[in-house]
């Protein structure tokens, strides 16, 4: 007997069952997957718009993440600038593909961009984020074509750029927007970032820059 | 991994006078319940997220034959595949087998309780394959050729002079000579050295908090960034992982996450929550072209259907054993195998069988601070109550303890001698504990006295003062 049939039989004898589930509480199983409801969202998460707003940024900003707000888009590259300044960084970035990133005008700024998955010794990322979650101060990031997941954790700073409507209460909302906007299967990587790196594991001593990013710039657009 | 549990009792004493490890301990104590008790504070739904977890969990484990083999299709429609393991042996097999037909020399690691379980680093050497823990605490483990002590912080028991130590022991062969004594220099000494070893590993495996069966997604959480270094930037990957982890859908993972980062280290969200689902797709450019999931059963599937199944709801979060006065007094090694703490205690005698581990439901004052804690709600002390049941029936309890236990059943089940008894025995004990009411010494209790004085009864037993307070009784 293969492993699989022998630990699926040895599971369906400590439940009292003969075989395979069937019947209705089968039914019942695959209607829970077609559902697939939300359990229990907290009341923080339910709140109108602008107050989610304001709850994501003082949530990423408590998760150590440092926020720039930018009226729109065209500021992006100038606010990058004041960061990469501003942390010691040489005005240079490896961004993503993505055209709410690589579609701006970098020259202007005076940032040297290259758009491709990151290699080890780049400083600095800049990449799009799919949502933000009020919740925690959440980022949702999708892994494609427009978006390596390397960006995500080889540089020393990983800046994200955020439109502030596409800022939701609950990991649910995004979630539903996930799945209208694209439809399953899942890309291969989805991550979930919530402020800088960090190991407590030397004397439970907390040191931001474990192994991923030191930094988690966040530059929000619009309001 | 070598089992000391049988020594238990010689371990926990070598723990209370190791004075490094208590210092250590104290960090635990003065962190973790804390932070937790303020996180959960901020949360007024935390009770009912609790319940419904709760629920959540019983249902899953009902139907779980069903959700994996949803899990199993999905993942295969999405190009990774699944592999099914019985027991520790095969599981070894499996991933050596996908590790050599990798060509691989060296395999990066996140970290994963469940490769501890299947003793998965010495296998993997013993066969020419070099294992790196990149967790920064399994890492300094794994040059002081350790185990982990905590379930989540593994180093816990390690002191900031111990890692300088092992750091300069080691790092002298990346030209890193210098002794560096602050947790900052030396974490980035590790990153450095680190960063290499991910970039030159053939296969990355990690472990798997969550497995989605809607998605066919696994999902790990870390803090350090390590776990997705580990799964990124290899060829392969592969995710090992147990059969009690599957969950029905994203929401479903959604409402386990919003409790495991709180109750573990008190944290709203852990830093990186990553959702993987198969190989790299067409055009993406970078992440693994292979992914395989390894599912563990190694004796859970007999759980369901018997006294222990509310174990199978564990998420291992910690919260058990960051408060637990035992594990706090004593640490993770002296429980001598793999999982500690209440949630071990429960769990090592299944895995490693009772007759080995009979001390561990033991090592509880059942004062019922794990069950008050466990996101799960699971009734930890009842579920070790029930192993010291077996153990009673197997006749491994100790010969003196059985025989005080039948004398007692003898008397209780004669009131009217058990009261009378009782009576002169309060009477006695008031007598010897005098003017202060405590007794320094008294046969029998040695093991009491010794550490500490026994509070003298007030020379009445509650028989008494029951028969005085009832209606119509003395009062
Ligand atoms: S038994 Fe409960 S408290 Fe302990 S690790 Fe498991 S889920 Fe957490």
Same mark, same amino acid.
């Given at each position: ?104 005008? *970098? ?67 995004? *979630?539903? *927007? ?13 991550? *979930? ?31 | ?8 009792? @010689? !371990? ?24 937790? +008790? ?13 319940? @419904? ?37 095969? @599981? ?11 060509? $691989? ?63 300069? +022991? ?27 070893? /991910?970039? $030159? ?8 908090? /969550? ?11 870390? !803090? ?83 006294? /222990? ?49 009979? !001390? ?84 029998? $209790? ?30």
């Amino acid at each position: 007997m293969s492993g699989r049939d022998a630990i699926l039989g040895n599971i369906r004898r400590g439940l009292g069952r003969g075989g395979p589930l069937d019947g209705a509480a089968r039914a019942a199983c695959e209607e829970r997957l077609r559902a697939h409801r939300p359990v229990l969202i907290p009341a923080r998460a339910q709140r109108p718009h602008d107050e989610q707003v304001a709850l994501f940024v003082a949530m990423a900003t408590e998760a150590a993440a440092s926020v720039a707000r930018v009226a729109g888009a065209d500021d992006v590259p100038a606010a990058v600038a004041a960061f990469l300044d501003q942390g010691g960084y040489p005005r240079r970035a490896v961004i993503a593909p993505a055209q709410a990133v690589s579609g701006l005008d *970098w020259a202007a700024a005076g940032i040297e961009v290259e758009a491709r998955a990151a290699r080890n010794g780049d400083r600095a990322s800049v990449t799009p984020a799919f949502a933000g979650i009020a919740e925690t101060g959440t980022l949702m990031l999708l892994s494609g074509p427009d978006s390596p997941t390397t960006l995500n954790f080889l540089p020393d700073a990983h800046v994200v750029v955020l439109d502030a409507a596409r800022i939701v209460g609950p990991y649910e909302d995004a *979630w539903a *927007w996930l799945r209208r906007e694209r439809g399953l299967p899942l890309p291969r990587t989805v991550n *979930w970032i919530s402020g800088p790196s960090r190991s407590a594991d030397i004397e439970q001593k907390l040191q931001m820059g474990a192994h991923g990013p030191i930094q988690l710039h966040i530059v929000l657009v619009g309001d | 991994m070598h089992i000391t549990s049988p020594s238990f009792k @010689a !371990n926990a004493r070598a723990a209370l006078a190791d004075a490094p490890l208590q210092r250590a301990l104290g960090n635990l104590r003065a962190g973790f319940p804390g932070k937790r +008790a303020a996180a959960v504070a901020r949360l007024p739904e935390f009770e009912a997220l609790r319940d @419904a977890a709760r629920d959540l969990k019983n249902h899953i484990l009902e139907h779980l034959d069903f959700y994996l083999e949803t899990f199993e299709a999905n993942v295969k429609q999405h190009g990774g595949q699944v592999h099914w393991a019985r027991d520790a042996e095969e @599981a070894r097999q499996i991933i050596l087998g996908l590790c050599q037909q990798a060509g $691989a020399k060296t395999v990066t690691k996140g970290k994963s309780m469940i490769t501890e379980e299947i003793g998965l680093n010495d296998y993997l050497a013993q066969h020419g394959i070099e294992p790196i823990e990149t967790d920064l605490g399994e890492y300094i483990l794994q040059l002081r050729g350790e185990h982990p002590s905590h379930i989540i912080a593994p180093a816990i028991h390690v002191n900031l002079d111990q890692v300088s130590d092992a750091f300069h +022991a080691h790092h002298g062969r990346y030209g890193k000579t210098e002794r560096q004594t602050e947790p900052r220099q030396l974490m980035n000494e590790a990153r450095e050295i680190l960063r290499d070893k /991910f970039l $030159a590993a053939d296969v990355g495996i990690t472990g798997a908090n /969550f497995c989605i069966a809607e998605t066919g997604t696994t999902v790990i959480v870390t !803090n350090e960034g390590n776990g997705d270094l580990t799964q990124t930037l290899p060829r392969v990957h592969i995710a090992v992982t147990s059969i009690e982890k599957v969950v029905p859908t994203l929401e479903d993972a959604t409402l386990l996450h919003r409790l495991l980062s709180r109750s573990a280290t008190g944290q709203e969200i852990e830093v990186y929550g990553t959702w993987s689902s198969g190989p790299r797709r067409p055009g993406d450019p970078d992440g693994p072209s292979e992914y395989h999931v390894v599912l563990l059963d190694n004796g859970r599937s007999n759980m369901l259907g018997s006294e /222990f199944q509310d174990m199978l709801r564990c998420i291992r979060c910690s919260a058990c054993m960051n408060h637990c006065p035992v594990y706090g007094a004593i640490g993770g090694h002296a429980y001598g195998w793999v999982y500690p703490g209440p949630m071990g205690s429960v769990l090592t005698p299944q895995f490693i069988g009772i007759e080995n581990a009979a !001390n561990l439901p033991n090592a509880s004052t059942f004062c019922g601070r794990c069950e008050s804690v466990c996101p799960v709600r699971i009734p930890l002390p009842k579920l070790m109550r029930h192993w010291r049941a077996r153990e009673y029936e197997k006749h491994l309890t100790p010969q003196g303890f059985r025989f005080g236990l039948g004398v007692w059943a003898w008397c209780v089940r004669r009131p009217a001698l058990y009261r009378r008894l009782t009576r002169i025995g309060a009477c006695v004990l008031k007598v010897l504990g005098g003017k202060t009411g405590r007794i320094r010494s008294l046969p029998l $209790a040695g093991g009491w006295t010794a550490w500490r004085d026994l509070p003298a009864p007030q020379g009445r037993t509650f028989f008494e003062q029951w028969a005085e307070r009832r209606p119509g009784g003395g009062r």
